[in-house]
């Protein structure tokens, strides 16, 4: 199967490689109930003391308010459950901030990683990096170089053998389901994430003089995919055939996924977007 042609993306500014949720203005932000760690108005309150036992509902929203401009919520969200299961794991709240910012602190982190793959450790450290320092407030304990043993380098996985790419494309081949069959094929031939086949939408859609599809371009930050980063790709003939097979029964709007939501008992909703949790069912 052929790959696609993904474009460079733009050098991102720390933060924004996640996108940019612009905060709301005070005209238009909702009341917010007064909840634990604000004053009432939903704004930033002071960490109570090095002394006080940490409350782990008012570091994430510290977190929350601290990165709202820098993170997309779906990012955030990410980060936040991470940070809760290290958290609960570690028993964070029966330790106070004092403690946490010395020799402790960097004992908790580094007894956890000891309980997860190696192959995780990278993602884990960014995770809870961000949220320990705009959390917290504190600073970050782990220097990479002396803490951590030299971990393996990401590396692109060899092409699986012919015999169960064979196994796949007669599936494919076979799949009736114009929607499941463009959705599969996306992945196949271009190796989209699933935020770039949940969040394409038709005016990404690039036609020639004869009116049938060739390309798909899209800029991440405008679709919000995972990345701000834009992505391109060169039709292959199958996903040109199978894009066109799509369209004769999907609602083409510009603004429209190219791949809506769709239930699990077969509903469409062609305004809306797929989600993580419904792209895999």
């Given at each position: 199967?052929?790959?696609?042609?993904?474009?460079?993306?733009?050098?991102?500014?720390?933060?924004?490689?996640?996108?940019?949720n612009?905060?709301?203005?005070?005209k238009?932000?909702?009341?917010?109930?007064?909840?634990?760690?604000?004053?009432?108005?939903?704004?930033?309150?002071?960490?109570?003391?090095?002394d006080?036992?940490?409350?782990?509902?008012?570091?994430?929203?510290?977190?929350?308010?601290?990165?709202?401009?820098?993170?997309?919520?779906?990012?955030?969200?990410?980060?936040?459950?991470?940070?809760?299961?290290?958290?609960?794991t570690?028993?964070?709240?029966?330790?106070?901030?004092?403690?946490?910012?010395?020799?402790?602190?960097r004992m908790?982190i580094?007894?956890?990683?000891?309980?997860?793959?190696?192959?995780?450790?990278?993602?884990i450290v960014?995770?809870?990096?961000?949220?320990?320092l705009?959390g917290?407030?504190?600073?970050?304990?782990?220097?990479?170089?002396?803490?951590?043993?030299?971990?393996?380098?990401?590396?692109?996985?060899?092409s699986?053998?012919?015999a169960?790419v064979?196994i796949w494309?007669?599936?494919?081949a076979?799949e009736?389901?114009?929607y499941?069959?463009?959705?599969?094929?996306?992945?196949a031939?271009h190796g989209?994430?699933?935020?770039?086949?949940?969040r394409l939408?038709?005016?990404?859609?690039?036609?020639?003089?004869?009116?049938?599809?060739?390309?798909?371009?899209?800029?991440?930050?405008?679709?919000?995919?995972?990345?701000?980063c834009?992505?391109?790709a060169?039709?292959?003939?199958?996903?040109?055939?199978?894009?066109?097979?799509?369209?004769?029964?999907?609602?083409?709007?510009p603004d429209?996924?190219?791949?809506?939501?769709?239930?699990?008992?077969?509903?469409?909703v062609?305004s809306?977007?797929?989600?993580?949790?419904?792209?895999?069912?």
């Amino acid at each position: 199967m052929g790959g696609g042609i993904r474009s460079p993306g733009t050098n991102c500014p720390p933060g924004a490689e996640e996108g940019d949720n612009s905060a709301l203005d005070g005209k238009h932000e909702p009341e917010m109930e007064p909840r634990l760690g604000t004053d009432g108005k939903g704004l930033i309150k002071a960490l109570d003391g090095d002394d006080f036992p940490l409350r782990v509902f008012e570091v994430t929203e510290r977190f929350r308010q601290q990165t709202r401009t820098r993170l997309k919520d779906d990012s955030a969200k990410q980060y936040v459950k991470a940070f809760k299961r290290f958290a609960k794991t570690v028993n964070l709240e029966s330790y106070t901030r004092r403690q946490l910012s010395g020799p402790k602190g960097r004992m908790l982190i580094l007894a956890y990683l000891d309980g997860i793959p190696k192959r995780s450790w990278s993602w884990i450290v960014t995770v809870l990096k961000p949220v320990w320092l705009y959390g917290f407030d504190l600073v970050w304990l782990i220097d990479s170089k002396r803490d951590l043993p030299k971990l393996p380098r990401r590396q692109r996985r060899q092409s699986p053998p012919d015999a169960q790419v064979r196994i796949w494309a007669k599936a494919l081949a076979n799949e009736k389901d114009a929607y499941l069959h463009l959705l599969w094929l996306m992945i196949a031939q271009h190796g989209w994430r699933p935020s770039h086949v949940c969040r394409l939408k038709w005016r990404n859609v690039q036609y020639n003089e004869q009116g049938k599809p060739v390309a798909i371009v899209a800029d991440g930050a405008q679709e919000s995919f995972k990345t701000c980063c834009p992505v391109a790709a060169r039709l292959t003939p199958d996903v040109v055939e199978a894009l066109v097979e799509w369209r004769k029964t999907a609602d083409a709007s510009p603004d429209h996924p190219i791949l809506p939501w769709k239930s699990a008992t077969g509903k469409l909703v062609c305004s809306r977007v797929q989600t993580h949790s419904t792209f895999g069912t």
